[in-house]
């Protein structure tokens, strides 16, 4: 199994400018979420996912789109990049309910100036 | 929602000693705490996690104890070694399985 996977891992883009983050699993996962990751502030829940077809807001979806199409895949879109965007993006993902384990991804390093 | 508070925000301890990182919660629905650990540059690995009917759980070195009644749980990292240097977080969900909320993270120095 390759696990959780992350492309790309660094990412330069221009205020304004679109992108997708992509994530992708093996593991037969019900679960997704991404996170952001900035300094002082841990991980913070963007969005996520308990099933193909199902997603849900986290802790701060604002400019950030999903969606769950497959139940291996699990696509990040920034819409418009702004600065504030710059930051390590990771995805996880686990079995449904409430107490299995989260895999993260390596992660996917965004700067937007 | 559920909101995570975690303390302190770094913690230097020397080699051999203990270390307690805490942690509060605000949803009492919440009812599993996994705590992860992040090497530099690297992603977070679970540790070690505990559900609502169990008080401690215990592995090796590491433990963690909850309280439910007062809503926090703490990780208690014995004989500490140059290599549990990291930063840790905890984190805790709901029974319906949806979001897992993470705390603001420990930074762990331990000097040799």
């Given at each position: 199994?390759?696990?959780?996977?992350?492309?790309?891992?660094?990412?330069?883009?221009?205020?304004?400018?679109?992108?997708?983050l992509q994530c992708a699993q093996d593991m037969n996962h019900e679960y997704m979420s991404w996170y952001r990751q900035d300094p002082g502030m841990g991980l913070r829940l963007i969005h996520y996912s308990v099933g193909?077809?199902?997603?849900?807001?986290?802790?701060?979806?604002?400019?950030y789109n999903v969606s769950r199409s497959t139940t291996e895949d699990f696509p990040l879109r920034l819409l418009s990049a702004a600065p504030s965007q710059t930051s390590v993006y990771f995805c996880a993902s686990g079995f449904g309910g409430s107490g299995n384990e989260?895999?993260?991804?390596?992660?996917?390093?965004?700067?937007?100036? | 929602g559920e909101n995570v508070e975690q303390h302190p925000s770094t913690l230097s301890v020397q080699e051999g000693?203990?270390?307690?990182?805490?942690?509060?919660?605000s949803d009492s629905a919440s009812n599993y705490f996994p705590w992860y650990k992040q090497e530099l540059g690297k992603r977070p690995q679970l540790i070690i996690d505990?559900?609502?009917?169990?008080?401690?759980?215990?592995?090796?070195?590491?433990?963690?104890?909850?309280?439910?009644?007062?809503?926090h749980f703490s990780l208690h990292i014995t004989e500490t070694q140059p290599e549990d240097s990291a930063v840790y977080f905890c984190a805790a969900r709901g029974n319906q399985g949806?979001?897992?909320?993470?705390?603001?993270g420990t930074e762990l120095s331990v000097k040799p």
């Open positions: 199994n390759a696990g959780v996977t992350q492309t790309p891992k660094f990412q330069v883009l221009k205020t304004g400018q679109s992108m997708t193909a077809g199902i997603t849900d807001q986290g802790e701060v979806p604002n400019g989260q895999f993260f991804g390596p992660g996917t390093r965004l700067t937007v100036l | 000693d203990s270390a307690v990182i805490k942690c509060t919660y505990i559900r609502s009917n169990v008080g401690e759980k215990k592995d090796q070195r590491i433990a963690v104890t909850l309280n439910k009644t007062a809503k949806g979001k897992l909320i993470f705390g603001q």
